[in-house]
T-cell receptor
Framework: KAGVTQTPRYLIKTRGQQVTLSCSPISGHRSVSWYQQTPGQGLQFLFEYFSETQRNKGNFPGRFSGRQFSNSRSEMNVSTLELGDSALYLC??????????????FGEGSWLTVV | AQSVTQPDIHITVSEGASLELRCNYSYGATPYLFWYVQSPGQGLQLLLKYFSGDTLVQGIKGFEAEFKRSQSSFNLRKPSVHWSDAAEYFCAVWILTGGGNKLTFGTGTQLKVEL
């Protein structure tokens, strides 16, 4: 059974550009969430999607957005990139939404460097 | 507000020695707790989880953790550390918010193993 797959693994962007990251959850999982990891702020929750609807959102500016498709695959987009957006972006998938005892699995992440 | 504290930023142990990584949480409801491990340049791998029942849970790679409600702790242990265990370890609590899944992470403990 394939795990959570994220693409691309590494990318370099210039300030002001925009970027789109992709995530394919574990087969059968319908919940996809995104986290940002930086040395200074640690692991922070960005947002969660379930059945193509955003269910939960963290404290990030509107430049960060996402969506989920009918096959549960998800994309996140960051517009007008800033140097501080350089981070590891992790995607996580789980079977259920809002249910205790819901195991959450992570992908390998997408390393974004903004120059 | 919910939070997770990992008091030890860095820990160094000798190969073959025992290990205990500390985790304390603050959450009003029944906690669902996780330990993840992250090797350099990699994503998060689930080591173990506690949802309910037996307070001593077994995970992969010989790790175990004990949930102690009275101490709000979920410490990770391993009786004999291997050099390959060198990595960063994250404790997380699952939060029910907005009907979704959200993990709140500790700041991580970096484990170094001396040969």
């Amino acid at each position: 059974k394939a795990g959570v797959t994220q693409t691309p693994r590494y990318l370099i962007k210039t300030r002001g550009q925009q970027v789109t990251l992709s995530c394919s959850p574990i087969s059968g999982h319908r919940s996809v969430s995104w986290y940002q990891q930086t040395p200074g702020q640690g692991l922070q929750f960005l947002f969660e999607y379930f059945s193509e609807t955003q269910r939960n959102k963290g404290n990030f500016p509107g430049r960060f957005s996402g969506r989920q498709f009918s096959n549960s695959r998800s994309e996140m987009n960051v517009s007008t990139l800033e140097l501080g957006d350089s981070a590891l972006y992790l995607c996580a998938s789980s079977l259920y939404l809002g249910q205790g005892g819901n195991t959450i699995y992570f992908g390998e992440g997408s390393w974004l460097t903004v120059v | 507000a919910q939070s997770v504290t990992q008091p030890d930023i860095h820990i160094t142990v000798s190969e073959g020695a025992s290990l205990e990584l500390r985790c304390n949480y603050s959450y009003g409801a029944t906690p669902y707790l996780f330990w993840y491990v992250q090797s350099p340049g990699q994503g998060l791998q689930l080591l173990l989880k506690y949802f309910s029942g037996d307070t001593l849970v077994q995970g992969i790679k010989g790790f175990e953790a004990e949930f102690k409600r009275s101490q709000s702790s979920f410490n990770l242990r391993k009786p004999s550390v291997h050099w390959s265990d060198a990595a960063e370890y994250f404790c997380a609590v699952w939060i029910l918010t907005g009907g979704g899944n959200k993990l709140t992470f500790g700041t991580g403990t970096q484990l170094k193993v001396e040969l």
